[in-house]
């Protein structure tokens, strides 16, 4: 990138100061490498500090700086905490809530499982409400920052075989509408974030038709695009975000038709299987 984040104001001589959850791969390195700069402040967040740190280095090695913490989004008391002993010493020009997993109905079509359900409100919902919460306040009595959330076209449009994952991405888009309102008078910008779908860890998971998929780097230029000019909302690839934007004017027997398409399986996630949680299973695949 060249130059900083346009309109966001400078924190300190030394540049934004940048927090981002789900860092430790995916579009989250993606935009880390991308959003950095000489002057940038980092703080990368994932549950796995062993995959943090390379990238730490990487982003290091574009002339930016930071520091990583291994949280789990859900345990808020930690991550506040830790946001507001971080904001005491680098205060946050920009949070993005990126962090988010994914799941799909069990085998032969059938519901999802009960786990699946909780730990997806849990991270892709309240995790996002958390990362918000934690700094919130701090923006507010500053009267500037940038929030951005990241959530999916499949928040926009349900995906048929990915209830619980829709309807989480559809929180945080109604979630970011409100904030951006509350918001904008305090000097604090929300931008919310819809991708299609973006070769990632969680994306080689899904297995069915990915139309306009496209690598995380490009994804991240989009992103980072939008992020400059404080768009309220951003949904993309363009032709894909439009065809759904077209069929929800649709009735919604007629809409079913055109999400038909989509159908997929939706692989476990290694991360999180069958009870136990290992952030460390399959990380070295981003
Ligand atoms: N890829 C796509 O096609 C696509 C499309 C639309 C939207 N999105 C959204 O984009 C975001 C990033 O997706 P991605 O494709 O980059 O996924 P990914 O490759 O699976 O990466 C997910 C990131 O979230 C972190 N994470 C997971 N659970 C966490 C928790 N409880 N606490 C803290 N961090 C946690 C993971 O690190 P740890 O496991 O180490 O914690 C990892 O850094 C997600 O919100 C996703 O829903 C992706």
Same mark, same amino acid.
């Given at each position: 990138m060249t130059g900083r984040l346009k309109g966001?104001? %400078?924190?300190?001589?030394?540049?934004?100061?940048?927090?981002?959850?789900?860092?430790?791969?995916?579009i989250g390195r993606a935009l880390a490498l991308?959003?950095?700069?000489?002057g940038t402040y980092f703080a990368l967040i994932a549950? #796995?500090? #062993?995959?943090?740190?390379?990238i730490l280095q990487e982003v290091c090695a574009k002339g930016a700086s930071g520091e990583v913490a291994a949280i789990d989004i859900r345990e808020r008391a930690q991550l506040h905490d830790y946001l507001l002993d971080l904001d005491a010493r680098?205060?946050?020009?920009?949070?993005?809530?990126?962090?988010?997993?994914?799941?799909?109905?069990?085998?032969?079509?059938?519901?999802?499982? #009960?786990?699946?359900?909780?730990?997806?409100t849990e991270i892709?919902?309240?995790?996002?409400?958390?990362?918000?919460?934690?700094?919130?306040?701090? %923006?507010?009595?500053?009267?500037?920052?940038?929030?951005?959330?990241?959530?999916?076209?499949?928040g926009m449009r349900a995906l048929p075989d990915m209830p619980s994952y829709s309807a989480t991405k559809a929180a945080v888009i109604a979630y970011g509408h409100s904030l951006r309102g509350w918001l904008k008078p305090f000097g604090v910008s929300v931008t919310i974030i819809?991708?299609?779908?973006?070769?990632?860890? %969680?994306? !080689?998971r899904h297995k069915g038709s990915k139309p306009f998929? %496209?690598?995380a780097e490009k994804a991240a230029r989009l992103m980072r695009r939008a992020m400059e000019r404080r768009k309220a909302f951003f949904a993309f690839p363009f032709v894909l975000a439009l065809g759904i934007r077209l069929q929800n004017l649709l009735p919604?027997?007629?809409?079913?038709?055109?999400?038909?398409?989509?159908? !997929?399986?939706?692989?476990? #996630?290694?991360?999180?299987?069958?009870?136990s949680e290992n952030p460390s299973n399959d990380s070295k695949s981003d």
């Open positions: 966001l104001r %400078m924190t300190s001589e030394k540049g934004n100061v940048i927090v981002l959850t789900g860092a430790s791969g995916g991308e959003l950095a700069q000489p549950r #796995d500090a #062993d995959r943090l740190q390379p680098h205060p946050v020009d920009v949070v993005i809530a990126n962090a988010g997993v994914t799941a799909g109905l069990g085998p032969d079509r059938t519901r999802e499982s #009960d786990a699946d359900c909780e730990r997806l892709n919902y309240q995790g996002v409400v958390n990362t918000v919460t934690g700094i919130v306040d701090a %923006m507010q009595k500053r009267g500037r920052g940038q929030i951005v959330l990241i959530s999916s076209l499949a819809c991708p299609g779908f973006v070769t990632t860890p %969680m994306s !080689a998929e %496209m690598n919604p027997v007629l809409g079913d038709l055109f999400m038909g398409g989509f159908a !997929a399986d939706i692989e476990a #996630d290694p991360r999180y299987s069958a009870g």
